[in-house]
């Protein structure tokens, strides 16, 4: 086992675009043409997508969910948690909810900038997750 649990960390809008991409292992190819992800809008559109969701893809386990007008990946390897996975989502999914005060859409998220990737950084570090509770992350964006 390692503690460099997620290779990468997407949220794209409906049209496909990156909003904001970390990723942590150089040896993922996360291009869009190259391997379609779940969800994508360049993709087989699915219906509305339930608390979380996982994919499996070229020996990636993804898991992603919808907000409005965004889509949120966190992808690991092919032998992760998923439940690890599905926390980092879902930490980060509640601390931007909190952080913007609203449901989670593209032209908040836009203005905010700056306090997503504060947000993304504070729950994973270089593919390490650091903490996956969002008060935790809350707290600890309150003291900067």
């Known amino acids: 086992p390692s503690l460099y649990t997620v290779k990468a960390l997407l ?36 219906p509305p997508v339930s608390p979380g969701e996982i994919a499996c893809l070229e020996g990636l386990t993804i898991v992603y969910r919808s907000s409005i007008d965004l889509f949120f990946y966190v992808v690991g390897g092919c032998q992760e948690n ?39 950084d504070e729950i994973v570090d270089r593919g390490v997750i650091l903490e996956s509770d969002p008060q935790q992350v809350i707290q600890r964006l309150s003291m900067r």
């Open 82 to 120: 998923e439940l690890m996975l599905l926390a980092v989502l879902t930490c980060l999914l509640d601390t931007l909810g909190h952080l913007l005060r609203k449901e989670v859409e593209k032209r908040l998220l836009l203005d905010n900038m700056e306090g997503t990737f504060l947000v993304v």
């Open 11 to 46: 949220i794209l809008d409906s049209l496909g675009q990156r909003l904001l991409a970390k990723v942590y292992n150089p040896g993922v190819s996360l291009g869009l043409e190259q391997c379609p992800l779940p969800h994508s809008p360049r993709g087989h559109q699915h």
